[in-house]
């Protein structure tokens, strides 16, 4: 065997090891070497350079009915952190998260984003604000994802169309000038998948992510990792045609699924506030209950539609998807309806991952890239 390849096989037990600690969060090192299949030897010699390096540390023994109690191993969470901000119209969300994807803290505030100096000056306070609050330091800091509603360039820092945001295509370069870490630009919604198939054990699937929020998106997610397309704007799903000719879209376009399925549609009834329309149908208000049959109508068909083309689980997020929770069933009923095949709709899955979905996944980007590097 060359040193080339023993070096990488190595390098593979060492990032193996790390990634079970992760996963487990607290596990012994014969648990280790028995599900890795690993000698105890070498998972001693793993374990000690990933100790060494600050990476995993002991984290108090497992009980034991005789014998010496087992030390429990736990990787040292906090000895990386990323940040994700989520951009959109009136509002910024900003998480820090550690190397298990946790959630160390957050914030989410009205701001209405503008292209100017003085809105990304204050965009870049609010970050360090989040940073200094948490007593991070400089060296932990892996980079900040920066989600937007808007198709991204390959180069993961140009804006090729943002119809909802006022900033120029350069926006992430004008941020990046605030900040000693890079910051990189992603899809909301793909960065929202990324988040739900994080949480969730997905492994080895395919599932497609339909947010639900104030505009409509979409991703899919393919062990993992978002399909983007040949120009980077797959699973535009929002832009998918319901009704020839209809409602105007965000987009100018008329009749996009965006302008029947979005938050906006049930929301604009009651000042923007989501929450105060579906408290009224649980009050009884049959006209509010009316328009979400209308709403869930249209779902359905969008959601047929996904189901036509990818035959995959189909996972509603968004401000929408925890409000749509306790009306699955219906939709599964309606989805069964109208599809070709025989289903009975169980491919629609609710959201797991509810809160600020978007600019965790932004966070996890840089989080899985550091992972993959240990």
């Not at 870049?124 to 932990?140: D, H, M, S, Y």
């Not at 993961?156 to 909802?164: Q, R």
């Not at 198939?197 to 395919?206: G, H, L, R």
């Amino acid at each position: 065997m060359t040193e080339i390849n023993l070096q990488s096989i190595k390098q593979v037990n060492r990032n193996r090891v790390f990634r079970l600690i992760a996963a487990r969060r607290r596990i012994s090192k014969q648990e280790i070497a028995a599900e890795l299949k690993l000698s105890l030897p070498t998972t001693t010699q793993n374990l000690n350079s990933l100790k060494e390096e600050g990476l995993v540390q002991e984290n108090g023994t497992f009980s034991s009915g005789v014998g010496r109690k087992a030390r429990a191993l736990s990787i040292v969470a906090d000895f990386r952190v990323a940040v994700g901000l989520d951009i959109t119209p009136h509002h910024i969300s900003l998480v820090l998260v550690d190397l298990n994807g946790s959630l160390m803290d957050h914030i989410r505030e009205k701001f209405e984003i503008a292209a100017t100096e003085a809105c990304y000056g204050e965009l870049a306070e609010k970050v360090r604000g989040l940073i200094n609050k948490n007593k991070i330091r400089p060296e932990q800091i892996l980079g900040m994802g920066v989600t937007i509603p808007g198709i991204i360039a390959f180069d993961m820092k140009t804006i090729t169309s943002a119809d909802t945001l006022p900033v120029p295509t350069d926006f992430c370069q004008r941020l990046q000038e605030y900040f000693d870490f890079p910051c990189l630009l992603f899809n909301d919604a793909s960065c929202a998948g990324v988040a739900e198939f994080w949480k969730n054990d997905y492994e080895n699937q395919t599932i497609a992510y339909l947010l639900l929020s104030n505009t409509v998106g979409g991703a899919i997610l393919v062990n993992g990792n978002p399909f983007v397309g040949m120009g980077n704007r797959s699973a535009e799903f929002g832009h998918i045609t319901l009704v020839p000719g209809g409602a105007e879209c965000s987009c100018g376009k008329r009749g996009c699924a965006e302008a029947y399925c979005s938050a906006l549609s049930l929301s604009r009834k009651t000042d923007n506030d989501l929450g105060a329309f579906f408290a009224a149908i649980n009050g009884g208000n049959q006209d509010y209950r009316k328009l979400l049959e209308e709403y869930l109508d249209y779902l359905a068909i969008l959601l047929n539609d996904i189901n036509m083309c990818l035959d995959c689980p189909v996972v509603l997020g968004g401000y929408m998807g925890q409000y749509l929770k306790p009306y699955i069933p219906r939709l599964r009923q309606l989805v069964a309806e109208r599809s070709t095949f025989p289903t009975d709709g169980s491919y629609i899955k609710p959201c797991t991952c509810e809160f600020e979905a978007a600019a965790m996944g932004g966070a996890l980007y840089y989080i899985e890239q550091f992972i993959k590097r240990v």
